[in-house]
């Protein structure tokens, strides 16, 4: 794949010292600083030419460029390498035709934001790549089926561009998985057995939880009369790989994450999000205290409480959208926002939900807000 990332590392290395006087965000806060960021990135580029740009290789980059973006648009905006940045998003997210359902970066309204400022102020190639992705994200907005659509196409896409690069076909798999939790409809079911029982695929690879779903549908073939012949052979074939691959034996698999990286990824207690500047610990204080008075009736009246904390909500999740406490945030919120019932509020809770079904499609909340 071609690479734009030369000029916009001597841009960046140029600026370090402009940006190392700038006042630096707490240590703890390494997510949203972008020159640390930004040595991610470079870093993710050079392991990625080393190993020849796999498929693996090529979606860690991507994150780290997607991370980098996002904090120069947040905290430094007016910086000359936010520009160099978003022209970077565009390209990669071109390049490995980003799906927001697949992807588990939360960086939507990034990729978006991205690709309307190249299309202002980039070249013509690039302003035709952003033009693109506007015109194929925008759409989807909270429609289910389209947005399922959209991730199975973009996964084949990979799939093909990669030539059957292992960690591209679990990629299906996985696009396979969310699509069918996010519409129930079994075409995305089949699809998922007739991919997982394709003997070039890893499924040793397929993450958590989606490898967990994948053999409980397989399971699931083999005894529910609601399940085609073809359906049926591509369970045994999945099974028969599974009794014959120890690795593949795993009932469950848990991802250990150093202390570290979790301090990186989970917004600091003393951080401060929203018009009024509430902490995480303020969040969940809040969802309580006007869940409390929405219980004796005021219903209505808690509108503008209810919207300062999805103004909250939206800051946080913007500046850490990693944070594995989001999701369940995401949920109360939701339901929160539901319970005022007035447009704005409903609105809001539309948004929400979009955010965690199709941003957070892994997480437990997703998949039981979508089963509901």
Excluded at 115 to 126: E, I, L, M, P, T
Excluded at 329 to 353: F, H, M
Aim: a negative charge; hydrophobic letters at 40%.
């Amino acid at each position: 794949m071609i690479r734009h990332f030369s000029r916009l590392a001597i841009s960046l290395l140029l600026g370090s010292a402009v940006v190392a006087a700038l006042p630096a965000p707490l240590p703890a806060a390494i997510e949203t600083d972008p020159l640390a960021l930004y040595q991610t990135m470079r870093k993710a580029y050079d392991e990625g030419t080393t190993k020849g740009w796999p498929f693996e290789s090529e979606l860690y980059y991507e994150s780290t460029v997607f991370d980098a973006g996002r904090a120069y648009s947040l905290f430094r905006p007016t910086d000359p390498e936010y520009g160099d940045v978003a022209q970077l998003a565009v390209d990669i997210a071109t390049q490995l035709h980003y799906d927001p359902l697949t992807n588990n970066d939360a960086a939507l309204w990034y990729v978006l934001e991205a690709s309307n400022y190249v299309a202002k102020n980039g070249d013509a190639q690039h302003e035709t790549e952003a033009l693109a992705l506007i015109a194929r994200l925008t759409p989807l907005g909270d429609d289910p089926k389209l947005i399922a659509q959209q991730a199975e196409t973009n996964a084949l896409e990979d799939a093909t561009a990669f030539h059957g690069d292992g960690d591209a076909l679990v990629h299906l798999i996985v696009a396979d998985v969310r699509a069918y939790n996010l519409t129930h409809d079994p075409e995305y079911r089949s699809a998922l057995l007739q991919h997982a029982a394709d003997p070039l695929t890893p499924l040793v690879r397929v993450p958590d939880p989606e490898y967990g779903e994948m053999f409980a549908l397989a399971a699931s073939a083999l005894v529910d009369p609601g399940f085609s012949q073809a359906d049926r052979a591509a369970a045994r074939a999945i099974k028969y790989r599974r009794d014959h691959t120890p690795e593949l034996r795993v009932i469950a698999r848990v991802e250990a994450i150093p202390h570290e990286l979790r301090l990186t990824r989970t917004a600091p207690a003393d951080e401060y999000f929203g018009n009024l500047k509430y902490s995480p610990i303020g969040v969940h204080n809040e969802l309580v205290r006007i869940n409390k008075y929405l219980d004796k009736g005021w219903g209505l009246h808690m509108e503008p409480d209810a919207l300062q904390v999805d103004s909250a909500i939206e800051d946080w999740q913007k500046q850490y959208p990693h944070d594995t406490t989001l999701p369940a945030t995401l949920l109360d919120a939701y339901r929160l926002l539901e319970r005022v019932e007035t447009s704005n509020t409903k609105s809001a809770a539309e948004r929400l939900r979009t955010i965690l079904l199709v941003q957070y499609a892994s997480s437990r909340q997703a998949q039981d807000l979508a089963a509901s």
